[in-house]
C-alpha cells in the first residue's frame, strides 16, 4: 500500500519540462504509481495535501565528500594547492573510520533537510559512508578515493585499490539497490597513468562507474600539459578512462576539443560553481558544454569548500554566474540549473529510472512550500525555484516511496545522536 498527495503542483522534466498544477500523484510501494488529475481509489492509502506545494523530484548531489563537514571552516580563503596539501590531507590523515561515519551522517541530515535524495561521494573508509546511507534511506553512488604512493607498473597488489574492490562487492546494489560503488582516481595530479589504467580495468571488469576530478584549476591543466603534453582530459582520454562511463567533477578548464571528447565518450560534466569560485579554480564553461549536448549535472563538492551541502544555492549559482562571466544573460536559463540538479544528476549517476515525478519511476520526490513570501507571485514557478527558492522551504522528503523527513522530523536518523557524537569527535581531531 502506499499514500496520494493531492492537489499539487509538480514539476518535472519528461521530455520536456512539465508544469502540472492540481494534480494527484500516488506511490505504490517504492514507485510513482498514478500521476494525473483523476482521483485514484483511495482505500488504506495514507493521503497529503498537497495545496499551495509544488512536488519535484529529489535534488541529486552529483559530486560530494560527505565526511568533510567535519572539516567545515577549518580551513578558507586559501588556494586549492594549499588549502589541500598544508590542510585537508594533513588533518584527513588522522580521521578514523568512526570520523568518518560521524561526518557521513552530519552530510545527511543537511542533504535531507535540504531536498537532496541522491549523492555522488569520494572519500575513504567508504564501508562506514555505505552503512550511513543504509540507514539514511538515501540512495548515493558511492567510492573509495585513490591516490597511488610509488609509480608502479602493476597495481595488482594495491592496497587501495583492492580495498574498492571489496567495496564494490559488499555494497554495490546493496539497500534495496539504493548503493552502486563505482571507482575513483582521484585525479591526474594524485595518480600515475598506469595506476588510471589499473583502476580502469578493475571498474570494466566489475561494470562499474568511474567517479573523478578533472581539470579543476590551471595549475592541473598546465600541470598536466607540461608532464605529459596534453589536457587533463586528453590525458585520461588516452588512457581509455572514458571507456567506461564517468563522471567528471568540475571541468573548469577543459577546452573546446575537450569537451567534443566528453561528449563523444558521453562523460557527465558535473559542475560545481560554489566550490569552484570559493577556491578561485575559476568559472566552468558550462555554456558551451549544454551547447555540445553534455549531460551537466551539479555537485556542491565537500563542505570544506563551499561550505554546506545546499543544491538549491548550487543552482542558482549555476544559472547566474556564467550570465556575468558571458554578460549573456540567457547563458544558464533558470530551467537549465533546475533540469541540472535533478533528472541530469540522476543519468549521470546511473540512476536511470529516477529523477522524474512519472510513473513507473521510483518515488525519490521532495514537497517544498510555495506558499511563503518569496515565491509570490508566481509568474514562473521554475524561476521562482532557481532564483528564490531556500533548502528550508523543503518540507517532505522521500526516497523509493519512503518517507525520510517531514517539517523538520527525521524519520531515518537520529539527528541529537549524530550531533552529539560529531561534537565528540571533533573534540578529538582538533
Ligand atoms: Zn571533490
Not at 493521503?47 to 567545515?72: D, F, S, Y
Amino acid at each position: 500500500m502506499g499514500f496520494v498527495i493531492k492537489n499539487i503542483t509538480v514539476v518535472s522534466y519528461n521530455d520536456e519540462l512539465e508544469i502540472l498544477e492540481n494534480v494527484n500523484v500516488a506511490v505504490d510501494g517504492e514507485k510513482i504509481a498514478y500521476l494525473g488529475t483523476e482521483m485514484p481509489d483511495l482505500s488504506g492509502y495514507d493521503v497529503i495535501n498537497g495545496e499551495g506545494k509544488t512536488l519535484l523530484p529529489g535534488l541529486v548531489n552529483a559530486h560530494t565528500h560527505t565526511p568533510m563537514t567535519l572539516l567545515r571552516s577549518y580551513a578558507d580563503d586559501m588556494a586549492l594547492h594549499t588549502w589541500l596539501y598544508e590542510h585537508i590531507f594533513k588533518i584527513e590523515a588522522k580521521m578514523d573510520s568512526e570520523d568518518i561515519y560521524w561526518g557521513s551522517q552530519l552530510a545527511m541530515l543537511e542533504m535531507i533537510a535540504g531536498g537532496t535524495t541522491c549523492f555522488a561521494d569520494m572519500y575513504y573508509f567508504m564501508d562506514r559512508v555505505a552503512e550511513a546511507t543504509a540507514q539514511s534511506g538515501l540512495k548515493a553512488l558511492l567510492s573509495r578515493g585513490l591516490i597511488n604512493g610509488a609509480v608502479l607498473d602493476d597495481y595488482s597488489n594495491d592496497e587501495r585499490l583492492s580495498e574498492a574492490i571489496d567495496l564494490f562487492k559488499n555494497w554495490n546494489g546493496a539497500a534495496d539497490g539504493r548503493i552502486r560503488i563505482a571507482f575513483s582516481p582521484h585525479a591526474v595530479y594524485t595518480c600515475s597513468p598506469q595506476y588510471i589504467a589499473a583502476i580502469r580495468d578493475a571498474a570494466q571488469k566489475l561494470g562499474a562507474y568511474i567517479h573523478t576530478h578533472v581539470d579543476e584549476t590551471v595549475k592541473e591543466h598546465n600541470d598536466c600539459v607540461q608532464q605529459y603534453g596534453k589536457t587533463p582530459v586528453r590525458h585520461l582520454y588516452d588512457i581509455g578512462l572514458f571507456d567506461v562511463p564517468t563522471i567528471a567533477a568540475h571541468c573548469v578548464h577543459v577546452t573546446d576539443r575537450d569537451m567534443d571528447r566528453m561528449k563523444q565518450k558521453n562523460v557527465s560534466f558535473i559542475h560545481n560553481p560554489g566550490s569552484n569560485l570559493k577556491l578561485a579554480s575559476g568559472i566552468a564553461p558550462v555554456p558551451d558544454a549544454l551547447k555540445k549536448g553534455i549531460n551537466v549535472a551539479l555537485g556542491t563538492d565537500g563542505a570544506s569548500s563551499n561550505n554546506n551541502l545546499n543544491m538549491w544555492e548550487e543552482m542558482s549559482l549555476a544559472a547566474l554566474i556564467h550570465k556575468g562571466k558571458s554578460l549573456d544573460p540567457t547563458a544558464v536559463k533558470a530551467e537549465e540549473a533546475f533540469k541540472m540538479a535533478t533528472v541530469n544528476g540522476a543519468e549521470a549517476l546511473g540512476f536511470h529510472d529516477t529523477g522524474r515525478i512519472k510513473e513507473g519511476y521510483y518515488a525519490d520526490m521532495i514537497i517544498v512550500n510555495i506558499s511563503k513570501p518569496h515565491y509570490l507571485p508566481s509568474h514562473k514557478l521554475t524561476s521562482n525555484l532557481a532564483y528564490s527558492a531556500q533548502a528550508a522551504d523543503v518540507e517532505t522528503v522521500f526516497v523509493n516511496g519512503r518517507m525520510l523527513y517531514d517539517k523538520g522530523d527525521y524519520k531515518t536518523l537520529d539527528r541529537e545522536k549524530i550531533i552529539y557524537n560529531v561534537n565528540r569527535v571533533c573534540s578529538r581531531l582538533f
